[in-house]
């Protein structure tokens, strides 16, 4: 476990890296679903596309998994939309099951077993729970709302009888310091630090509009305090209207901001809640992580 969060949250200061949204291929995205783990794809197609020309792979920007040399990554085993390499721990990624658990108001009164969890974080509003009701493809077993501050717990939720995604309060509404921002609830900052089963943070951001610090801030803090992350860009299918910039230059934008900070890049991945764009795609990454952290737990 301890390997694969100093993989995912290695923080350093400074060593540049070259991870930006359109810089992990020089040729165009290779197709949707090539490595879409609930519909393989048909042997002529996959004939098909190993015909077509592939593009050039920029290594330094991608995350390679436990499991994988960077030097034997190919153009198919990196997951479209993302910078993210799928490697021998990925799995099952399917969700048969998903249940509504528990609220909780304090880190301690979370479950107590010893299910892996991933914790779904980012400001009010950045989709948080429509990304959970997308992944596990129920209308509303999270709450989500217009108005920011719709969910105020630390909600878990069962996947498959055997992990947690937790939703939790959304930062974002105090104009103060990087401290002071940081605390947006104790108890929030309390699960982080004591819960041994966290597999990875989903750190949403919203990709319809300029990167903002708090954001930032919060990869900062997840990054000093080792916690692993990912971050997960939401509202890709907002390409109109807002405040004129697209999500592909606002994913640039912030991975710029970012990029001088991470020994290795960290993984990111592109959705949309709304179009489901992502969504397979992101399950298999968490399908990994889980698996290694399962392999691995000490
Ligand atoms: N277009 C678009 N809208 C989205 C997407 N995801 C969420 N939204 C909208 O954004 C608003 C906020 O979504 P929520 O899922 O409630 O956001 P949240 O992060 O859980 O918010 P809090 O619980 O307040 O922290 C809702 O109006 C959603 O419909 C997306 O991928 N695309
Ligand atoms: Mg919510």
């Known amino acids: 476990m301890l390997l694969w969060r100093s993989l995912t949250s290695s923080i350093s200061w400074p ?15 290779p197709l949707y679903n090539r ?9 002529g197609r996959r004939a098909a596309s190993f015909a077509a020309p592939q593009p050039e792979l920029v290594r330094e920007a991608l995350f390679v998994p436990p499991g994988v040399a960077k030097e034997n990554v190919t153009v198919g085993m990196v997951l479209p939309g993302s910078n993210i390499v799928v490697g021998p721990y990925a799995g099952d990624a399917r969700i048969k099951h998903a249940d509504f658990v528990k609220s909780s108001s304090r880190a301690k009164d979370c479950p107590k077993d010893d299910r892996p969890e991933f914790a779904v974080i980012g400001r009010s509003n950045v989709g948080k729970s429509s ?11 999270a709450l989500t709302s217009k108005k920011p501050g719709k969910t105020q717990l630390i909600n878990h939720f069962l996947i498959n009888k055997s992990w947690y995604i937790v939703d939790l309060p959304g930062y974002g509404f105090a104009h103060a310091s990087e ?44 990054g000093r ?17 807002g405040k004129g910039s697209r999500p592909a230059d606002n994913i ?18 592109m959705t949309s809640s709304v179009t489901g764009l992502g969504r397979d795609e992101l399950l298999l990454h968490m399908s990994q992580l889980r698996n290694f952290w399962d392999n691995n737990e000490e």
């Open 252 to 269: 640039k934008q912030f991975q710029e901001l970012i990029k001088t900070c991470y020994r290795e890049p960290p993984p990111w991945i």
């Open 131 to 141: 990304l959970i009701n997308a992944l596990v493809r129920q209308k509303d077993i």
């Open 15 to 29: 060593r540049p890296s070259l991870l930006t949204a359109a810089s992990v291929y020089r040729g165009r995205i």
């Open 225 to 241: 305090n080792n916690i692993g992350m990912t971050f997960v860009f939401t509202k890709c299918d907002k390409t109109k209207g």
């Open 179 to 222: 401290s002071a921002r940081m605390d947006w609830s104790s108890f929030t900052k309390g699960y982080f630090q004591n819960r041994d089963t966290l597999v990875a943070v989903l750190l949403l951001v919203d990709a319809s509009i300029p990167p903002q610090q708090i954001d930032l801030d919060c990869a900062n803090w997840l």
């Open 35 to 43: 490595l879409n783990p609930c519909k393989p794809i048909a042997a």
